[in-house]
């Protein structure tokens, strides 16, 4: 393998042998295959929305423990279910504010928050600023980028 990749010139050659590398190895390990399908089903229902963001229930629902769901989503991640969902409901909340068709609050609620003082704290831990600033700031931005 390692001769392989070396002796390939273009870069699409050695990413299909990796491609074809990997996929193998995985196919050897079809339990492997089944957890990670397994986490993707649980990385997909944290996502999904407030009502379905209940660890416990989420576990139950994939027949597992709460601390067995804690362990799978963090091996794969890096990080616990709760700070996957802080990221996620972040990242929605930004995609929101740069579509600027909503106030603050329903963004809010749609991105899942429980309510604008939780929107309001996450979003300042990842920025450094409120919801109403970064507007502001990204307002300002761009009636430079259109001057």
């Known amino acids: ?5 070396a002796e390939s010139n273009p870069i699409t050659a050695r990413i299909a042998l990796l491609d074809a590398f990997f996929t193998e190895l995985l196919t050897r390990a079809p339990k492997k295959v089944q ?13 999904k929305g407030a009502s379905e963001n209940n660890i416990g229930r989420i576990a139950d629902t994939h027949g597992i423990t709460a601390r067995h769901l804690h362990k799978l989503v963090y091996q794969h991640t890096g990080l616990s279910p709760k700070s996957f ?3 996620h409901r972040f990242k929605t909340s930004l995609k929101l504010i740069g579509e600027n068709k ?3 609050t329903s963004i809010a609620y749609d991105a899942g928050y429980f309510d604008q003082s939780h929107f309001i704290r996450d ?11 970064y507007l502001n700031n990204l307002s300002t931005v761009n009636q430079m980028l259109i001057n």
């Open 102 to 104: 909503l106030p603050l």
């Open 123 to 133: 979003f300042k831990s990842f920025t450094g600023l409120t919801p109403t600033a």
């Open 85 to 87: 969902d802080k990221i």
């Open 1 to 5: 393998m390692h001769i392989q990749l």
């Open 35 to 47: 957890r990670l399908h397994k986490v993707a089903h649980i990385l997909s229902s944290i996502t």
